[in-house]
Each structure stands twice: as structure tokens, then as C-alpha cells.
């Protein structure tokens, strides 16, 4: 559960982090409130990142997830997906504010951003995957359990 509480705090700083690199780089490059992929880069971390593995700590204390194997493949693919995801997210952010087009730059950072996406997804079913063997047993240990009379 530290792991869990530690993932968290990480994410939140660098969600801390690239919403002040957004604001710094913009105000640097005279490209202050132009809508790019850079200005929601705090949002993903903060979000996705975060709250999400706070939920996930609450989830574990309940159901006693991070035994399992199932989750342990969520906590490694779902932190490399996000970390795929949010790095692309800021190279084709930087790269509009340069004044470049990135979908036209290379093809590989719509492909990365995909793979990212999709690996983001193997982590959330194993995810539930491990939930659902926590939820039943939960409910199994609940039904061995005696009743007071």
C-alpha cells in the first residue's frame, strides 16, 4: 500500500511539474494561452495518474489487491502506458508551440501515443481483473464468517 501511496504523490508532483513547464515554456516562447496538447499534460498526471492510484489504494485496502498477480501487471503497464501517453502528449505540444505541425512531423508520435493508449487499457483490465477476484473473495471470506446469535 506505501507502493500505492508513493505512485500517487509521484504522479501529483509531476502533474505539479509540467502544469509549471507549461506555463514557464509558453511564457518563455511569447506563446502564452495557445490551446495545445501541453496545457492539459497537468490534467493526465493529475487524473490519470493520481487520483487513480489513490482510488486504487482504497480499492486494495478493501479488497486486497496488490497480492496478486493480475495486479502487479496493472501497476507495471498502467504506469508505462501513462508515462507513454503523457511524454507524447508533451512532444506534440511542444512541437505545436514551435510552430510545427506533429502530425506531420513524424509518424511515430501518433503511433507511440496510440501504443501508450493501449497499454493504458491492458493495465485497466488487469485492474479489474484482480478486482473482481478480490470482490469474490471478500464475499467468500464474509459468508465463512460466523454470525452472532
Avoid at 502544469?19 to 514557464?24: A, C, S, T
Avoid at 487524473?47 to 501497476?75: E, T
Avoid at 506533429?102 to 478486482?131: D, K, N, W, Y
Wanted: hydrophobic share 55%; proline share 2%; glycine share 8%.
Amino acid at each position: 500500500m506505501n507502493r500505492l501511496m508513493n505512485t500517487a504523490f509521484a504522479h501529483m508532483i509531476l502533474g505539479l511539474v509540467s502544469g509549471l513547464f507549461y506555463r514557464e515554456y509558453t511564457k518563455a516562447t511569447d506563446t502564452l494561452g495557445m490551446d495545445t496538447q501541453l496545457a492539459t499534460l497537468h490534467t493526465h498526471f493529475l487524473a490519470l495518474g493520481m487520483i487513480v492510484f489513490l482510488v486504487v489504494l482504497a480499492l486494495d485496502a478493501l479488497f486486497h489487491l496488490s497480492g496478486r498477480r493480475s495486479f502487479a501487471v496493472f501497476y507495471r503497464t498502467y504506469n508505462i502506458g501513462l508515462l507513454m501517453t503523457v511524454v507524447m502528449q508533451a512532444v506534440r505540444g511542444i512541437l505545436t508551440l514551435d510552430g510545427q505541425d506533429p502530425a506531420t512531423a513524424t509518424a511515430a508520435i501518433p503511433g507511440i501515443a496510440g501504443l501508450g493508449h493501449i497499454v493504458l487499457t491492458v493495465g485497466l483490465v488487469a485492474l479489474f481483473v484482480a478486482l473482481r477476484a478480490g470482490i469474490k473473495d471478500r464475499a467468500a471470506r464474509e459468508d465463512r464468517t460466523p454470525v452472532a446469535a
